[in-house]
């Protein structure tokens, strides 16, 4: 099992920058991908980016430029610092993970935060 929890999120003016981040825990050894998703109201769950173990990474056109995904295997950690921030950027953000190895198996599986609210207003 991996539990997911977010911080990081909140209000931030158009033009602003906020850095999100996710700290996974359980009993796993590597979890394969990594990455954050959104989902704004009246609309449908979106990547925004994901990230495998060896820092390989990929993100939704509209964020490219603008925001970056890491990781830190060591802490289990997975940030997304978001920068540029417009209004349609808001959207509740979640934190996303697959892939998980414990004792040398794999299991697979899909893993889920709670979400952190990220606003862009002025």
């Known amino acids: 099992q991996v539990q997911l929890v977010e911080s990081g999120g909140g209000l931030v003016q158009p033009g602003g920058s906020l850095r999100l981040s996710c700290a996974a825990s359980?009993?796993?050894?590597?979890?394969?991908?990594m990455g954050w998703y959104r989902q704004a109201p009246g609309r449908e769950r979106e990547l925004v980016a994901i990230?495998?173990?060896?820092?390989?990474?990929s993100s939704v056109d509209s964020v490219k430029g603008r925001f970056t995904i890491s990781r830190d295997n060591d802490k289990k950690m997975v940030y997304l610092q978001m920068r540029s921030l417009k209004p349609e950027d808001a959207a509740v953000y979640y934190c996303y993970a697959a892939g998980v190895t414990s004792g040398g198996i794999y299991y697979g599986g899909d893993y889920w935060g709670q979400g952190t609210q990220v606003t862009v207003s002025s």
């Open positions: 990230a495998n173990r060896t820092s390989g990474a």
């Open positions: 359980g009993s796993f050894s590597s979890i394969s991908f």
